[in-house]
Each structure stands twice: as C-alpha cells, then as structure tokens.
C-alpha cells in the first residue's frame, strides 16, 4: 500500500540545523510533484516547499527562502528537507505529502492530495 514515511525531527535550539527525510513506497515516486508542510501548535496547515518530478522546479514559502532546502532521490523514492537557520516559529508537525499536479496551496488541504505523511516533530527553543 501507500506510504510516506517522515523521520528526522527532534528538538535544537535556535540557529541550529535539522534534515528531514520523507520515504515513499507503493507509488511511482517520480511521477507525482512532492511537498512539506507544516502545522504549528494550535494552527492550520501551511505549506513549506515543493519540487517537481524531475527536480527542476522547487518553491519556498518566503518565510524559510534561504534556510530550507528541499530535495529529492528518485531512485531512492525519498524527499528531503534541509533546515538551517532554525528559529522558534518553525516548531511544528512536518509533513510530506504527494500530488500528480503542482498545487498552488498556501493552506493546504489534506482530502486535496492524494497521500500524505504521519509527520515528524520539529521543536525549536529560543
């Protein structure tokens, strides 16, 4: 059956740097556009980064443009999320989630993808 599997959360303290990893089973990987998103106590979803298929393509919220890095092996099935730089708003739920079309969701909704994560926990302290 389907699977994304997130691990690599913990808890680090401010400036400090997380890598976070999304394994994928029981669908072709490489044909379906690959994101994070996050759920901070108490908040909806927000939407973090996107890369495409074939890696070209990759989006960023503003608010982690040029601390976060995403990435992805297709032949591995895995999709990665470097986070540098980390501060205390980053704190939540991380999410991988999969969709066959690039979706344009700053407040994602989860019935509107296809498969989703069970989500690592990011804590960061000040």
């Known amino acids: 059956q389907v699977q994304l599997v997130e691990s690599g959360g913990g808890s680090v303290q401010a400036g400090g740097s997380l890598r976070l990893s999304c394994a994928a089973s029981?669908?072709?990987?490489?044909?379906?556009?690959m994101y994070w998103v996050r759920q901070a106590p108490g908040k909806g979803l927000q939407w973090v980064s996107t890369?495409?298929?074939?890696?070209?393509?990759?989006y960023y919220a503003d608010s982690v443009k040029g601390r976060f890095t995403i990435s992805r092996d297709n032949a591995k099935n895995t999709l990665s999320l470097q986070m540098n730089s980390l501060k205390p708003e980053d704190t939540a739920m991380y999410y991988c989630?999969?969709?066959?079309?690039?979706?344009?969701?700053?407040?994602?909704?989860?019935?509107?993808?296809?498969?989703w994560g069970q989500g690592t926990q990011v804590t960061v302290s000040s």
């Open positions: 989630a999969a969709h066959h079309y690039l979706r344009n969701d700053y407040y994602p909704n989860k019935p509107n993808y296809p498969y």
């Open positions: 029981g669908f072709t990987f490489s044909n379906y556009w």
């Open positions: 890369i495409s298929p074939d890696t070209a393509t990759t």
